[in-house]
């Protein structure tokens, strides 16, 4: 197995605004499985100007494929 830290692009969307962003991920490959895709967890969001200007409360982190609810609070992003 071999874990590695990448960037993936992210749209932040909710409460009526919609945000590209970037997104810190483990990635996850396992070794002599070429053709079984790699997993992708803990998802972190990297703190712009643009995601520090969303409203507080509830938005959705829409990053390859998934949804991962999210709550905006004191400048932070924390899964719900």
Known sequence: MK???VMLPGTLVGQG???NCQVSSIQTTLD???SI???YSDFS???SDATARLPEGDHELLVR???VSLRHKNGKYHRR
């Open 32 to 34: 002599g499985a070429p």
């Open 37 to 39: 895709p790699p997993e």
């Open 3 to 5: 874990i590695y830290n």
């Open 17 to 19: 605004h919609e945000v």
């Open 45 to 47: 969001i990297m703190n």
């Open 65 to 67: 494929g998934e949804r």
